[in-house]
């Protein structure tokens, strides 16, 4: 078997032979049960390293487009449908056990079903250009710098890096984070900061301990899909607060603490997901006065709040607690890497010890090693460098991005172009649906993120969220001009 | 400041230079406000690399220590027992919103009230000789080769290594855990592995979707301590079935199941956890008759399965499982490292896809670069082979262990010698009480895990957990010689 391979490729070695090899199984060149030569003789033949075979044999077995017998070899499978069907088969309502069944029955999801509804796929193929990602550029991604920390990190720690570590965190990188903090205007202890997997986990910690079947939870409406899925599969009632240039509408907000007696109000302040939009500075002070006359807690999502390109900053509302108020959460996301999954939050009083037992029983800490790594990478200065690098080429990429939209956009089409952030939310000419829209912009090549998976309550259908980070400037030119011919037919379809 | 540094130390210099400082400033040799030399003129003076120092600083200001004013410098704290009690008058009833203020009534965990009970430190010093931990034993820890996987895998993988990943974790890891479990004889689809952040958190996952407020769930008695934590947090009721040499005694169990109706049973059926022993052969066929019969889902938490030194092996329940009443969970934290958080689940059926929606939820997904680390570290063949070399290691520490305990140990104290697994249960001396016992044994530097705290519901407290693969033999030697001296002055103080 020759399989083309290209060492100056974008594309890890592994992933291009898997992709040869799926090609050819696809089209019929290689038959179901033809045996593969082995993980050895590939390696000799293509001259690479044996364990980088093994990576795409095992990504191909994963997909299941292969499988191994111990002591025999690895065989070409059966096409992939007849596994699909096979599985769809036993899946049937009468196989399972009772107590499975039952679960047929429970609620999906919010957003899952949105997801379905539309059709959305999480494998996209890669000559799709997609819009439709939650994080920065992979390019800035300090990959060899982190590399060497790791490197650095398991030289000076050795095996103390391996174990289970505090279940709060790394002392040291809380304390570097309460550094970072403060250059932001907001002063904290180490000893009040939590080290999460992610930010996703600050959440489902703080959602878990304060609310209740049945508890409503006040959240800007569109807002981040996955806090909607998790509030909601704590069996919470979401109630929207509708979000305008200047963030969510906070005179709104008396009235509904009045009337439906929220248990927590959960919101992005900073260059908002999916809107792009801030909350300026007297909606700020509001919000925090609210909470504290209505004794409701807060729970901040500052997931970008670094990433300002223009515009003055606004305090955090955390800067802003009177004591105890604010729940604070901070990632490492979206400045840095997502692979990492590193979060944080910061929470004051009584809270913070709860959280932290809630902490332990969820997955006992967060990897040492990774914390550490990231400890030893983050100095305060290296901060600031590479929050310089990341800010000054996201402004050039927001810029390109409104250009371009300007550009290939049809009349009707409408958005805010955000000060800072990854997102610009926009709202589709008059009668384009977004779920009519999917479909034909996958036929373009072109992805972005629905509008109807942001939305806690009545949804609206007519805007999509694009990402401009992600892309240099002529893949997004490419990939918008697609989006401009998907939007133009779907008008002529109307 | 002269700094004793020593470069032979298996105590890293960050923390020899941070445990120094601690000694000066809880001495009274370094005075409150006193300014530290910066990281760059002490990194000059012992040289050593800058980044040592700062994580010693930081270290330290993590525990309070010291202080940074930015610009300005480092500064010795005032004495920590003033920050507590600073600490301790701001955290007054009085003095937090309301909403806080409730959550001082709601109830502790049950573990962690038992280990405020007897008064169980986190922090235990370094003279102090622990069997108290649940790992193994770190100069296993394959430190170097993992190293190595993250550079390789760093280099092939790039960036992509470091975006998001698949929620349910690294496709070819999955695979790698199929072959894995396929020489222990279970026979999985890499499409029903769930790659948790520790097995820790494959339990949250299945038991808030299994168990709701008020559900019983059988569990042995005694059991793993933070499984307790965990279903207590969500409102389950914890009924023990009590654990002889062979195990959970399954005969008992089928009363319960007609009596109390259980939900879902947990256990731990090889070298349990805290008692060491495994469930036979035939009452594991008779626990999973018995859950296919009352249709009750069994969560098999299978975290030392490997570490069999004699014996014959039994089936996993998963592999006796008739379909889809199993979840099978294994974890790398006790045969690799810990500090990794790599564990992984095995779903059959509409279960699987449920707890991936709520492992997206929770932290979205486990470290990808982490994962694709493990995967190239762990080939079948070298997985082996590190399992051979721990169960020879363990297996050599196990008989030490036993032989000391015959040693050092009054009459009247038992024990059944485990087959396998990390942990020998000692009964005391009759009137000997592990609260008691605690503080004396603390005093003659040694440290266990009491009993008491693996009890779900009536606590024994005549039993303690001793872990004998963390240790040496000398130093298990006299740490097991300090502990018959803290038990017999236990006896005397009767």
């Avoid at 974008?10 to 082995?38: D, H, R």
């Amino acid at each position: 078997m020759r399989i083309p391979i290209d060492r100056e490729s974008q594309l890890p070695l592994y992933k291009q032979i898997a992709n040869f090899l799926i090609s050819e199984i696809q089209s019929g060149e290689l038959l179901p049960a033809t045996k593969l030569p082995s993980t050895r003789e590939m390696a000799l033949e293509l001259g690479i390293n044996r364990i980088t075979v093994s990576s795409s044999y095992a990504e191909l077995e994963a997909k299941g487009y292969i499988y191994t017998r111990l002591g025999s070899g690895t065989y070409v499978a059966s096409p992939i449908e007849d596994h699909r069907s096979r599985n769809k088969e036993a899946q049937s309502k009468t196989s399972w056990p009772l107590w499975q069944q039952r679960l047929l029955a429970q609620s999906v999801l919010p957003t899952e079903l949105e997801r379905d509804r539309i059709g959305i796929s999480t494998s996209i193929k890669d000559d799709v250009i997609s819009f439709a990602g939650g994080q920065g550029a992979v390019e800035l991604f300090p990959a060899d710098d982190f590399r060497k920390s790791l490197y650095t990190v398991l030289l000076r720690d050795k095996t103390e890096a391996l174990e289970y570590g505090d279940y709060a965190g790394y002392a040291p990188l809380r304390a570097t984070i309460t550094h970072i903090l403060a250059s932001q205007g907001i002063h904290a202890q180490p000893g009040n900061i939590l080290i999460t997997t992610g930010s996703q986990q600050a959440f489902a910690l703080v959602a878990g301990l304060l609310l209740h079947p049945g508890d409503v939870i006040l959240v800007e409406s569109p807002t981040y899909a996955t806090a909607i899925d998790l509030f909601s599969s704590l069996g919470a009632q979401l109630v929207g607060v509708p979000v305008d240039e200047y963030g969510m509408q906070v005179d709104l907000v008396e009235d509904l603490l009045r009337t439906v007696h929220p248990k927590m109000i959960y919101t992005i302040p900073s260059f908002q997901n999916p809107t792009g939009v801030s909350l300026s500075g007297g909606r700020r002070r509001q919000l925090v006065a609210l909470a504290e006359h209505y004794n409701v807690p807060i729970l901040e999502d500052e997931f970008v709040g670094d990433l300002r390109y223009e515009g003055r900053s606004q305090p955090a509302l955390k800067g802003l607690d009177p004591g105890g108020y604010v729940i604070y959460t901070g990632t490492f996301s979206k400045m840095l890497m997502p692979g990492l999954r590193v979060g944080y939050l910061l929470a004051c009083g009584p809270v913070y010890e709860r959280l932290l037992a809630r902490k332990r029983i969820t997955d006992l800490a967060t990897s040492n090693l990774i914390q550490r790594a990231l400890e030893a990478y983050i100095t305060v200065g290296r901060y600031e460098a590479h929050l310089h690098r990341a800010r000054r080429t996201y402004r050039l990429r927001r810029d390109s991005m409104v250009a371009e939209l300007k550009n290939h956009m049809p009349d009707g089409t409408k958005w805010i172009t955000p000060q800072g952030g990854l997102f610009i939310w926009v709202q589709l000419p008059e009668g384009v649906i977004v779920n009519k829209l999917y479909p034909e912009a996958l036929k373009e090549k072109v992805d972005f993120a629905p509008g109807s998976l942001f939305y806690p309550a009545e949804k609206s259908f007519n805007h999509i969220r694009l990402n401009f980070a992600m892309h240099n400037p002529e893949r997004m030119a490419e990939g918008i001009s697609r989006l401009g011919v998907a939007i133009r037919r779907c008008m002529r379809l109307k």
